[in-house]
């Protein structure tokens, strides 16, 4: 069961934090980051396996998340959700391994641009480097103009939350999350688009570790994508494809294996 603690990123905003650790010292250390809606809540069983395997594991909801400050579905700027991350990297020693899903892919792709120095290995599932789902044709067109004229707008994140897990209790259990956040505005569209726009300009000089985790029925982000990720890495690398499994492997009836394959990448 995670223990949990508030910890302030740098412009004071207040972040929930989650800590699983392990009994005795600690063979590795774990920063791990949720995707968007979503909080950390839901990766109980990833910390507590992890904690059972000498790992200790930490992370915050970001800003906008879970019980975190921050408006729903928010964001000013990308480099605050790196702000997030940096505050909680401090409870961590000078080297640890970086697990991002979805959103907390693309984050942690981010967070590796500019403290590459403390991520040792770096384990990512279904990065956010594009999107499966056809938006409305005005919400990208205007995405721009709204971004410096609405910028905080709600507007629904349509996400189909059958296409997000094949297991019809988790998909349910995930709808009825009072925590879940299902809409996202015009400003976290654009700096969303730019921090994609910034990992690949700065894929080709990155030196860490990779472990690559992809669905094989996913449909919410861009498999090719993935693809071109991981041929572009120029560092050390591994991929799984989880045949059968839609884009939360980790809540997949196979996830015991999702986790295993993970702590190789964490050892990397």
């Given amino acids: ?42 990766y109980e069983y990833l910390g507590e396996v992890l904690a059972e395997s000498g790992v200790r594991t930490v992370g915050v909801d970001l800003r906008g998340h879970g019980m975190s400050q921050g408006r729903r579905g928010h964001i000013k700027r990308w480099s605050d959700y790196v702000m997030d991350v940096h505050a909680c990297a401090d409870l961590l020693p000078e080297k640890f391994a970086l697990i991002g899903h979805s959103m907390g892919g693309l984050i ?26 056809a938006a409305p044709a005005w ?44 809409t996202i505005t015009p400003r976290w569209f654009t700096e969303m688009e730019a921090a994609v726009a910034q990992v690949w300009r700065s894929v080709d000089s990155f030196t860490t570790p990779l472990s ?33 499994g839609k884009h939360e492997i980790l809540q997949e009836p196979f996830r015991q294996g999702v986790v295993a394959a993970m702590l190789e990448g964490i050892r990397a």
């Fill in 1 to 42: 069961m995670a223990s949990h603690f508030h910890v302030e990123a740098a412009d004071g905003t207040k972040l929930a934090g989650y800590e699983w650790r392990p009994e005795g010292e600690p063979s590795a250390h774990v920063l791990l980051i949720h995707g968007q809606g979503e909080h950390l809540g839901r």
């Fill in 108 to 133: 942690a792709l981010s967070y590796l641009t500019a403290y590459a120095q403390r991520v040792r290995s770096l384990v990512l599932s279904g990065p956010l480097l594009g999107v499966a789902i």
């Fill in 139 to 182: 919400k990208t067109k205007m995405a721009g103009l709204l971004s410096r004229t609405l910028p905080g707008l709600s507007l629904a994140s349509g996400i189909p939350l059958e296409d997000l897990c094949t297991d019809p209790e988790a998909v349910d259990l995930y709808a009825q999350d009072s925590l879940r956040v299902s």
């Fill in 212 to 244: 690559l985790h992809v669905a094989s029925l996913e449909c919410i982000v861009d498999p090719a994508a993935m693809d071109q990720l991981y041929e572009r890495w120029p560092a050390d690398k591994r991929r799984w494809l989880w045949k059968g």
